[in-house]
């Protein structure tokens, strides 16, 4: 009986565990180890597009995702001073793509993911690192504390600043500042009615989102210098000075955000793609391989399509040629997004609102097409008349 291939996964975020899950569904041994002493405990909402949907199916999750979240209703796009731009009925989406665009705290995905792993593959408190490569004649090897192991393939979804990524491709610049810096909030029992959706000003943005539990999930973001902070460290307080005078109700909301529950990062991207997301046995998932901004709230959900693509490929070039060109698009999508975000002057911001007030009146369903109506190697799409805003397509394995 020949042996089982043996992987390893550094880095227990959601596109790590996914490829663990995805990995063992495929006969592999996998072993995860995360540098963190736990996973993610704390968090704020995450949204689940049709497209990642599919993905959670195939890795047998996906009726618990939709059970555990909450489906968007009717939402658009304001200005700061609540003029509406854009409305639309979300539930349209759901029919075209057979799922909506789902929202659930993060930290339930990363607990639905890591509880379907066996006891004892996932290690804690765990800085791993790639020490070789590998190539078809030899194991790559990995150092994890003082101990090294060899494996049949390495998963490196080591976020952003991935150790793993700069020790196979040196040359590469890696993720540059996109410019903007992000807040994530939850506010527990809203005090006043929400209108879901954005509101864009000028070089900002903020976005409402239900959560399960009568929750809100506030983010928001803003052109700002890299590497600052609220000057006291209060970035509620730093939120209300930003956002304080805009439409109602997010005085409120922020007002109501508990102290010291606001998380604030720098947004970087991955303007200049990498030649591959792979090297020798090692290959890249996630973050790791295609930071991007967060306008198309894609980040998360390409990080699980590369884990079910990398589990059911034959070989990791075959892994670059499909994922490469797809992720690269959903980074350039979001960055034109984040584009016309980042326009302040006053004459600028006119015309972006009306270009998108106009767009508005475009087939949404079509627009979102590229990004939504992905499905899975091995897993037969079903066609659905977009023309018409309408029709199921989900597919199941």
Do not use: K
């Amino acid at each position: 009986m020949a042996a089982r291939r043996q992987a390893v996964v550094i880095g227990a975020g959601i596109g790590g565990l996914s490829a663990a899950l995805a990995l063992r569904q495929q006969g592999w041994d996998v072993a995860v180890f995360e540098r963190a002493p736990a996973l993610e405990p704390v968090g704020s909402g995450l949204a689940v597009a049709p497209n990642a949907m599919r993905a959670l199916d195939v890795l047998g999750l996906g009726d618990e995702v939709r059970a555990a979240a909450v489906r968007q209703g009717e939402g658009g796009l304001r200005r700061a001073s609540g003029r509406w731009l854009v409305r639309t009925d979300l539930a349209r989406f759901e029919e075209a793509f057979g799922d909506p665009v789902a929202v659930l705290p993060r930290p339930v995905l990363v607990g639905l993911l890591a509880d379907r792993l066996p006891p004892g593959t996932l290690r804690t408190s765990a800085p791993a690192s790639v020490t070789d490569a590998g190539s078809e004649e030899r194991p790559a090897r990995v150092r994890i504390a003082a101990n090294e192991c060899q494996a049949d393939l390495v998963v490196a979804a080591d976020g952003i600043h991935s150790a793993t990524r700069a020790a196979l491709f040196p040359s590469h610049p890696g993720p540059r500042y996109s410019g903007f810096t992000a807040w994530r909030t939850v506010v527990a029992a809203p005090p006043c009615p929400v209108p879901l959706g954005e509101t864009w000003g000028r070089g900002a943005l903020t976005g409402l989102v239900p959560l399960p539990g009568r929750r809100l999930y506030l983010y928001a973001a803003a052109v700002a210098p890299a590497g600052q902070t609220a000057p006291d460290g209060d970035e509620r307080a730093e939120l209300l000075r930003r956002f304080g005078e805009w439409c109602a109700p997010l005085p409120e909301l922020l007002t109501a955000v508990s102290p010291g529950q606001v998380l604030r990062n720098d947004v970087y991207e991955m303007v200049e793609p990498l030649p591959a997301y792979h090297g020798g046995r090692v290959a890249l998932l996630g973050d790791a391989a295609h930071a991007m901004t967060p306008f198309q709230g894609q980040g998360a959900c390409q990080a699980i399509e590369d884990a079910v693509v990398l589990a059911r490929t034959s070989d990791l070039a075959r892994y670059s040629a499909v994922r490469l060109p797809r992720a690269t698009d959903v980074v350039n999508r979001s960055r034109r997004v984040g584009r016309a975000v980042a326009v302040q002057a006053r004459s600028a911001v006119l015309l972006r609102d009306l270009g998108l007030a106009l767009a508005g009146r475009l087939p949404l369903i079509r627009m979102a097409a590229p990004l939504y109506d992905w499905n899975p190697p091995g897993v037969r799409p079903q066609p659905a008349p977009l023309d018409q805003g309408g029709g199921q397509s989900r597919c199941r394995p």
